[in-house]
């Protein structure tokens, strides 16, 4: 069932951001040197690495590292990065991820391949056998602000109340703190 309703959320989504996508592909592609999109390896289910697409909010250059783990993450941003950020406009080139059966829409946000303190705890909580999110039960709680461990305690609590009421009910929360730019620190 979970499937299905990413499918169709998927493909509705696509035919209404169309546009926005092709906007925000423009104003990438003429902001900053680089591609338009940025495929970082991330960890999926059952600590399965697949690369996942965003819009390049960074320079080209940038270290492949958790922003949180940049020294000064600012001076990689490009010109429109910051923006992109804020209103998580970054994150729709996931739908392809979500269409292509290597995330959902609601999940644990996919780790780095190379954050193995938080895939660790995952795989300890069982929370490595979820499919990753593009939202979830942690980002609507905290999201860049959250250490790792209090991430993990609220995908492990995912992991034990998920069902297709609590998927809507995360989707609605991150409309809400999207709409608000509540909760991104770069």
Same mark, same amino acid.
């Given at each position: ?19 926005? /996508?092709?906007?925000?592909?423009? $104003?990438? =592609? #003429?902001?900053?040197?680089?591609? !338009? ?74 780790? /780095?391949?190379?954050?193995?303190? $938080?895939? =660790? #705890?995952?795989?300890?909580?069982? !929370? ?59």
């Amino acid at each position: 069932m979970k499937r299905l309703f990413d499918l169709i959320l998927a493909v509705c989504a696509v035919l209404v951001l169309s546009l926005p /996508l092709v906007l925000v592909a423009l $104003l990438v =592609k #003429l902001t900053s040197k680089g591609p !338009v999109l940025y495929w970082s390896d991330r960890v999926g289910r059952n600590n399965r690495i697949f690369s996942m697409p965003k819009f390049r909010s960074m320079r080209v250059g940038t270290p492949a590292l958790a922003t949180h783990l940049l020294a000064k993450p600012a001076m990689y941003l490009t010109r429109i990065g910051g923006f992109l950020r804020k209103s998580s406009l970054d994150e729709l080139p996931q739908l392809w991820s979500i269409l292509n059966g290597d995330m959902s829409f609601v999940g644990p946000r996919p780790a /780095l391949f190379n954050q193995d303190d $938080l895939i =660790k #705890l995952r795989t300890q909580y069982g !929370v490595h056998e979820l499919m990753p999110g593009l939202t979830g039960w942690a980002q609507v709680n905290g999201r860049d602000e959250l250490p790792i461990p209090e991430k993990v305690k609220l995908d492990a609590e995912y992991l034990q109340q998920r069902s297709l009421a609590f998927d809507v009910l995360i989707l609605w929360r991150t409309f809400i703190k999207i709409v608000a730019g509540d909760g991104v620190s770069h």
